[in-house]
């Protein structure tokens, strides 16, 4: 397997890795510059030359994704038999830098209600690396046509056409799902957040609505829900940044993505 299909296999299965390159090389060395190793939690895929080299750079780069360290990180290895290693003795003579760079889960971001602020939502967040489920009831709201504006997307966009029950797409979705609901029906809305509250892999839950929209909503997952009032409480709105106070579809849009990327980056815990 290719690095670049390890890479994709890490990624299709959401989990985190480290890309190993040989940066640069002086004098003799098993590998030449620009050798490259994946490592993954449990398996590895190719190789940078074996030996103590490969196999520091190994146990350096499980340390990374055990600490979810995201900074790239440079390692120096001289190759003679005066050098102590920790795997055994390479004295090809040359010396060899190692650059290890994380490869971290991408965050996961689904969209119920891809309307008029939905889709402008979608065409936001296209632009960022992360997984962007689209979903939606309406059949003529996920056309092809429509939905034409993110053929250019960085994000992995999968689309999910639900007519009946879009609920059941919650199970679905990877671990740690930043969850938005935002459709054209307020009884799918409610049914929703009381289907979101009951599915514990989500990350975040926003909703998006008026304060009388969400007392009604409060209600109802407290009366014919039975959830309690901690659980309610996970559910983020109105959703956004409060400073940005515009009604247009695409500020809105723009307020709801800044705010979900200050989560991305830890600053945010979704509420």
Known sequence: MTWVAAVARLRARREPGVLVTVATVRGHAPRDAGAKLVVGRTETWGSIGGGNVEAVAIDRAREMIGASEAEPELMDFALNDKVTNQHGVQCCGGTVAVLLEPLPVVPAVAIFGIGHVGLELAR?????????????????????????????????VHVHHTPL???????ELPPGTHVLIMTHDHAEDAALCDAALRTGHLGSIGLIGSSAKWARFRKRLATEGGHDDAAIDRIKTPIGL??????????????????????????????
């Open 242 to 271: 409060p400073c940005i106070t515009g009604k247009e579809p695409a500020t809105i849009a723009v307020s709801v993505a800044a705010d979900l990327l200050r989560v991305f980056e830890g600053r945010g815990d979704g509420r």
């Open 124 to 156: 936001v967040l296209a632009r960022q690396d992360l997984e962007l489920h689209l979903v939606d009831s309406r059949s003529d709201i996920l056309t092809e046509e429509r939905l034409a504006v993110l053929s250019d997307a960085v994000a992995q």
């Open 165 to 171: 029950l879009p609920e059941e797409v919650l199970e």
